[in-house]
């Protein structure tokens, strides 16, 4: 069974924290990629990683940084967490040249205080 | 510049009806385009999806019928049920590529 899997569930963080969310997928998949989600805003890019330590910013990237050090896993990383950056932070993996479908992980609800 | 688009935000359906969620693209090199379901609190997952080459695709209640001369996509559900409330985004994807271009989404609210 395909799985993607976030470190953490639910977080409680502080303004000015710095904050890791971890990814890992067993499906030796190439392509990674963190979006956020939002009321009324869909599913917004923030980056995507499509090999080992290269990254593409997706749309909306500003307040944040990822890390692909192994193929398996994509880290992203707040670096100073303000309070629009509460959100629902989901983690998605991608096999190049498949028919498109993108598998994801269960979601991390980050609350900044 | 919005490539895929869900124009309804909310659609609401009673039991046992027919539920028609709707989904708009402008680029015609679109190779596959995907539904996905996604609960509160959890992440998407896929439901259905159709080839470009192909204008309807079946699973079980879900239907996606595919029309490319309007560049219109809809997924039926038929009958709907109350586990069938959740949030639905339209996807397309370019075979080769290394993302995918997401609608906005539509709450489909199943009521008894």
């Known amino acids: 069974d395909v799985k993607v899997t976030q470190s953490s569930r639910y977080l409680v963080k502080r303004t000015g924290e710095k904050v890791f969310l971890e990814c890992v997928q067993d499906m030796d998949h190439e392509n990674m990629f963190w979006y956020r989600q939002d009321p009324g805003l869909g599913l917004r890019l923030i980056y995507f990683s499509y090999d080992v330590k290269m990254k593409e910013k997706g749309d909306i990237p500003e307040g944040y940084s990822v890390s692909r050090e192994k193929k398996e896993r994509f880290s992203l990383i707040l670096e100073s967490a303000s309070t629009n950056q509460t959100s629902m932070y989901l983690c998605a993996s991608l096999r190049t040249s498949s028919t498109g479908e993108l598998f994801f992980g269960e979601g991390s609800r980050l609350t900044v205080l | 510049d919005q490539q895929v688009k869900q124009n309804s935000p909310s659609l609401s359906v009673q039991e046992g009806r027919i539920s028609i969620l709707n989904c708009d693209y402008t680029?015609?090199?679109?190779?596959?385009f995907l539904w996905y379901k996604k609960y509160p609190a959890e992440g998407p997952t896929f439901l259905i999806s159709i080839s470009s080459i192909k204008d309807k695709n079946e699973d079980g209640r879900f239907t996606v019928f595919l029309n490319k001369s309007a560049k219109h996509l809809s997924l039926h559900i038929v009958p709907s049920q109350p586990g069938d409330s959740a949030v639905y985004f339209c996807?397309?994807?370019?075979?080769?590529?290394?993302?995918?271009?997401f609608g906005t989404g539509t709450q489909l609210k199943v009521e008894l």
């Open positions: 996807a397309a994807y370019t075979w080769g590529g290394n993302k995918l271009t």
């Open positions: 680029n015609s090199m679109f190779d596959y």
